[in-house]
């Protein structure tokens, strides 16, 4: 079936025209939420581990900061599932995930279990079709490394499109759990992936142009703490030192501000747009025909 993409996004724009409070302020509260909490974190002082030295303090909090984003963002998912319904959510969508937190973290672990098991295989499967295309005087090379990669990213983003509509299905139907939710997106997204892809991909315009503006914070960050004035010898010990001041510089909580900031005005107009837009990509889904091998969905 094809979609028409122009039509869906202009029945999102509509929904956040409608939307009360705005998109970009529920936006804004998400963003605080998440990279708000996340940048205040890294501010605090932490012990370097606990009694013991057997866990580290940070890879705990960082377990804790991915458990509860995963849990803001299903209340972002709802707030942009109930504005395109023009149910009016207000900001209280954002904290309602917390009253189903377990089922979406067994979620976002059932999907991240299922997504390792496909890389292994797929890794397995990309190797065996390089070794078998190429000839052994171009192994290693750059372009069988190169084919090896598209490969596996490519298959990557397919098995990923059919776990795209899981959290929308857990939203509608929170009782049924977060293992049908994955099966139904599974079955849903036959035939769709191509639909919902080309979707994602004409956003790709917000994407560059915030990617831009977060890489120019981060040259000016490199500039600003002396990184292009590293004088190295060309060594392994010189590349670990390059690549251990390359990743503090783009990782202190002064660039992670100064990038929130810089992009913050496209972000809150692209984030709410996108989401309310894959919302509506949701219930045309649910409105297409169901081929006859599928389960009737449960109503709405």
């Known amino acids: 079936m094809e979609l028409d993409r122009k039509e869906l996004k202009a029945q999102a724009r509509e929904d ?13 509260v998400y963003i605080l ?20 030295g057997l866990f580290s303090t940070s890879i705990f909090l960082s377990i804790l900061l991915a458990l509860y984003t995963a849990v803001v963002n299903f209340g972002y998912t709802l707030w942009s599932l109930w ?35 496909w890389l292994f295989l797929l890794t397995l499967l990309a190797s065996f079709l390089v070794l078998t295309l190429f000839p052994i005087w171009l192994m290693g090379s750059g372009l ?40 139904r997106s599974v079955d849903l997204m036959r035939g769709w992936k191509m639909e919902l892809f080309k979707l994602e ?28 004035q590293l004088d190295l010898p060309l060594s392994v010990d010189g590349l670990l030192t390059l690549q ?11 660039t992670i501000l100064a990038s929130t900031l810089v992009t913050l005005l496209p972000t809150l107009w692209y984030t709410p747009y996108r989401a309310v837009t894959l919302a509506g990509f949701y219930d045309a889904r649910l409105r297409a025909p169901q081929p006859d091998d599928q389960p009737m969905m449960p109503p709405l």
């Open 144 to 183: 069988s490394v190169l084919l090896f990669y598209l490969l596996l990213i490519g298959a990557m983003l397919v098995i990923m499109l059919r776990y795209a509509l899981a959290p929308y299905l857990l939203a509608d139907h929170p009782d049924d759990g977060p293992s049908l939710a994955i099966h």
């Open 83 to 117: 504005t395109r319904r023009r149910l009016e959510p207000g900001m209280s969508a954002l904290t309602q995930g917390f009253t189903v937190a377990g089922r979406v973290i067994l979620m976002e672990v059932f999907i991240a279990l299922r997504l390792f098991c």
């Open 201 to 228: 991909l004409s956003f790709l315009g917000w994407v560059l142009l915030i990617a831009g503006l977060d890489l120019l914070v981060e040259l000016a960050a490199l500039w600003y703490f002396g990184f292009f």
């Open 244 to 254: 251990s001041a390359f990743t503090s510089i783009t990782n202190h909580p002064l």
């Open 16 to 28: 956040l025209d409608l939307a009360r409070p705005r998109g970009w302020a529920v936006t804004l």
């Open 33 to 52: 939420m998440t990279t708000g909490v996340s940048l205040a974190l890294s501010l605090v002082p932490l012990p370097t581990s606990w009694e013991g």
